[in-house]
């Protein structure tokens, strides 16, 4: 890489991370429903930790989120584009949207 391609890559790469951030933020503050974030099928949404996304939200902690993923049969280290459709659906279903 050239160093202007490197400064480039880097610069792209901290808006990603800030984007999944705010994502996460909303999450947490409850101003973004999980089935919204669900339905993006960007890149960002889709390379985030479904473990992290399950910690974001409000109540769940590390040791409920991992309780969570072995009822639901997800691996520790899948991401929400990996997810398939029942597992998807297990998701949604016990995290209602609140409209």
Known sequence: ???????E???KAKAVRKERGDL????NAGT???TDLLAR???VVGKIRV??????IPGI???RAGQLLSELGISESRRVQ????EQRARLLALFPSRD
């Open 1 to 7: 890489m050239t160093p202007s391609q490197r400064v």
């Open 9 to 11: 890559a880097l610069q």
């Open 24 to 27: 996460m933020a909303q999450l």
């Open 32 to 34: 973004l429903p999980l």
């Open 41 to 43: 099928k960007d890149a």
């Open 51 to 56: 473990r992290r996304v399950l910690e974001s």
């Open 61 to 63: 902690g590390t040791v």
């Open 82 to 85: 990996g997810l398939g459709s």
